[in-house]
């Protein structure tokens, strides 16, 4: 396995994982995987294998704050790759100044929630009825982990 920033020859390997994500129902309220153009316009550029880093806010106070984003494909799961995208992704966004990751899952989502507890992340609360998807209201559970390293001082 190798990681690396994300360039756009990538991006038909990236739309692919996505895609098996949202066809899960348990990943994400999208259900079609965004243009390029609009998905190099919403997330961060600190992107490794399909780990992504999204602002929370354009508000300058808030710059340490990033949502992150973290796919894995069908048939890389359970076998270390999400272990190492966070790795790569905490050991950045900490030499980037960013002091707290959110993340927002579905409960049912139990395998992403269990790898976002081994990367340090802990849940902070749970959203209601935060979207419908086939008709049925879902929640979120929301996760943070906050930098013993960046904005301490």
Same mark, same amino acid.
């Given at each position: 396995?190798?990681?690396?920033?994300?360039?756009?020859?990538?991006?038909?390997?990236?739309?692919?994982?996505?895609?098996?994500?949202?066809?899960?129902? #348990?990943?994400?309220?999208?259900?079609?995987?965004?243009?390029?153009?609009?998905w190099d316009k919403k997330h961060h550029d600190k992107v490794t294998g399909w780990a992504a880093l999204i602002p929370t806010s354009t508000r300058e106070v808030y710059s340490g704050v990033m949502e992150v984003?973290?796919?894995?494909?069908?048939v890389h799961?359970? &076998?270390?790759?999400? &272990?190492?995208?966070?790795?790569?992704?905490?050991?950045?966004?900490? &030499? #980037? #100044?960013?002091?707290?990751?959110?993340?927002?899952?579905?409960p049912e989502n139990t395998a992403s929630i269990k790898l976002h507890e081994k990367a340090g992340f802990r849940i902070i609360g749970v959203r209601e009825k935060m979207g419908k998807m086939d008709d049925v209201w879902r929640d979120n559970i929301m996760m943070e982990r906050?930098? &013993?390293?960046?904005?301490?001082?």
């Amino acid at each position: 396995m190798e990681i690396t920033q994300l360039k756009h020859d990538h991006w038909d390997d990236v739309k692919r994982i996505y895609e098996e994500g949202i066809r899960t129902r #348990n990943a994400t309220f999208e259900t079609r995987s965004p243009s390029w153009e609009e998905w190099d316009k919403k997330h961060h550029d600190k992107v490794t294998g399909w780990a992504a880093l999204i602002p929370t806010s354009t508000r300058e106070v808030y710059s340490g704050v990033m949502e992150v984003s973290i796919y894995i494909g069908e048939v890389h799961r359970g &076998k270390g790759a999400g &272990k190492a995208l966070f790795d790569v992704l905490i050991s950045e966004s900490e &030499k #980037n #100044n960013i002091w707290s990751l959110l993340s927002v899952l579905f409960p049912e989502n139990t395998a992403s929630i269990k790898l976002h507890e081994k990367a340090g992340f802990r849940i902070i609360g749970v959203r209601e009825k935060m979207g419908k998807m086939d008709d049925v209201w879902r929640d979120n559970i929301m996760m943070e982990r906050r930098s &013993k390293i960046a904005g301490v001082d």
